[in-house]
């Protein structure tokens, strides 16, 4: 599993007007083709009459999955520059369908490929970029008598108090970036003069807000 990567919020759409020719960027987060195939043939069916729905995806740990269809534009003049789009914002997990309303005017094999990356670059911003970072969820238990001090502690440190659960004991529920899990162990040992009980739940990933 990845540490962090970066991929799009969940669905979001952009549309511009170019040369009277109408570009809408629609986006969607795919974890796999099948979903990324289905988005683009919801989007086919809602613009049945438009002039083009190119497309291309970008899915994968590794971005092992790479497509990018022209829909009738000239070869190379709409799929790979939306695919380039999302590789150059280093995107996974992301498909992107730019449908097209020929206005009339006739942009060229140049313009054509400004205003398809362009489109795309407009529809992801709409959209929003997140980083997802992978967590470790660790429960501590520890005496109540320790409760404030290691409470205020973590308000003041860069890992995030998930909830407290009070019982006979309190358990504290926090995430910890996997790569520094060693060292909120030893952090929270010192903390408590060894006094708190420190297991490991599940690994799950967070999403932060990334700026265009």
Known sequence: MLTSYYTVK???????????????AFVQRAETEEEAQDFINKIKKEHWNATHNCSAYMIGEHDQIQKAND????????????????????????????????????LGAGGLIRAYGNATTEG????????????????????????????NELHQSSYLLKNIDYGEM???????????????????????????????????????????
């Open 71 to 106: 829909d009738g534009e000239p070869s190379g003049t709409a799929g790979v520059p939306i695919l380039e789009v999302l590789k150059k914002r280093q995107l996974k997990d992301t498909v992107v369908v730019v449908t097209r309303y020929f206005g009339g005017i006739k």
């Open 10 to 24: 969940p669905s979001g759409e952009k549309e511009i007007v170019i040369q009277k020719s109408r570009f809408i």
């Open 124 to 151: 992801i911003n709409a959209t929003g970029v997140v980083e997802r970072k992978l967590m470790q969820e660790y429960n501590t238990t520890v005496d109540y008598t320790w409760l404030g001090k290691v409470e």
């Open 170 to 212: 309190v358990q504290i529920n926090t995430y910890v970036p996997v790569s520094e899990s060693e060292q909120f162990e030893g952090w929270m040992t010192n903390l408590t003069n060894g006094q708190a009980a420190i297991t490991q739940g599940d690994k799950i990933y967070l999403e932060e807000d990334v700026s265009a």
